[in-house]
Every structure is written in C-alpha cells, then in structure tokens.
C-alpha cells in the first residue's frame, strides 16, 4: 500500500467514525428530549447508527491490517 493509499483509508476511517458518532448523538438527543413524541423513528435512527458503526468497524481492521502490514 502506497502512503497516499494508507493516508486516505486514514481519513476514510475518520469521516467513517465521525458519520457514526453523529448519528448516535442523534440517538442520544432523541432518547433525552423527544421519546415520548418521537419514539416511532428511533428503531430507523439506531438501524443507520449500527450500520454506520459496522462501515467503520470494517474501515478500521482494514487500517489496523494496513498498519500491521507496514510495521513488519
């Protein structure tokens, strides 16, 4: 793997995560203010966070792999 390969699967894991983690801050946010008068979209809300963090956890061993590979 090139540097330029390794520096953009870097930054893909990156923006991976950050999509993650807004979309279980939009949980959070849902389940805090709005579940009584929301509740209905909360099981959509956590099926696109658990697929978000699945497109990350797979970016991430692909990285951590990559690292690996470098490092011996």
């Known amino acids: ?3 330029d390969e ?3 699967l870097q930054k893909t894991v990156r ?3 950050r999509i993650a ?3 279980a801050s939009e949980v959070h ?3 805090e203010d709005r579940l009584w008068t929301d509740y209905e979209s ?3 809300i956590s099926e696109k966070t658990v697929a978000a ?3 990350w956890a797979e970016e991430n061993a692909r990285l951590s792999e990559a690292q690996a590979i470098s490092t011996t």
Do not use: S
């Open 1 to 3: 793997m090139t540097d």
């Open 6 to 8: 390794f520096k953009a």
């Open 15 to 17: 923006k991976k995560k």
């Open 21 to 23: 983690t807004e979309l």
């Open 29 to 31: 946010d849902l389940v």
């Open 42 to 44: 909360l099981l959509e």
């Open 53 to 55: 963090c699945m497109a």
